[in-house]
């Protein structure tokens, strides 16, 4: 699949899940999106690089996921996601889960990486406090409070 052409002019949605979805560019189609009922999860996008046309979400009631996407080099487009939106389907999950980018280096995103509570990673190359490395396979978790 190339584009997501024909659910350009939604505005919400019960969830959004692409997984496997290698040759898809970019998500303009979804550029009228403000909220999601459930999870925001893309996984297996190898050629996505951003996520910008996501930027009009608001809020999510679910699990925030971006995982093995090998060309995904930012991740802007979350960046209005009020993170107290976060609603874990089964209790004890992780509400986000970014790993295995290998292109997103930096969380700079001060919704997302002030609400992660728990940060797991195989270097210290996260120990800057201002932002957290993600490359390869570093995750980011934010467990249940």
């Known amino acids: 699949?190339?584009?997501?052409?024909?659910?350009?002019?939604?505005?919400?949605?019960?969830?959004?899940?692409?997984g496997v979805?290698?040759?898809l560019p970019d998500l303009h189609d979804l550029q009228n999106l403000t909220s999601l009922g459930g999870e925001l999860s893309i996984t297996n996008c190898d050629s996505?690089?951003?996520v910008d046309a996501l930027e009009g979400i608001s809020s999510i009631n679910g699990l925030l996921r971006f995982s093995s996407n090998d060309n995904?080099?930012?991740?802007?487009g979350v960046r209005h996601i009020d993170?107290?939106?976060?609603l874990a389907e089964y209790p004890g999950f992780e509400d986000i889960q970014i790993y295995n980018n290998p292109k997103l280096s930096i969380c700079n995103l001060s919704n997302i990486c002030s609400a992660v509570s728990c940060l797991?990673?195989?270097?210290?190359?996260?120990?800057?406090?201002?932002s957290v490395d993600l490359g390869g396979r570093r995750i980011i978790n934010k467990k249940k409070k």
């Not at 699949?1 to 692409?18: D, F």
């Not at 993170?83 to 976060?86: R, T």
């Not at 797991?120 to 201002?130: K, N, V």
């Open 1 to 18: 699949m190339t584009s997501l052409h024909g659910i350009e002019h939604l505005t919400s949605l019960g969830g959004l899940n692409l």
């Open 21 to 23: 979805l290698y040759k």
């Open 48 to 50: 996505l690089s951003n």
């Open 72 to 76: 995904l080099e930012n991740i802007q």
């Open 83 to 86: 993170p107290q939106g976060f």
């Open 120 to 130: 797991l990673y195989t270097s210290d190359a996260a120990d800057e406090r201002s």
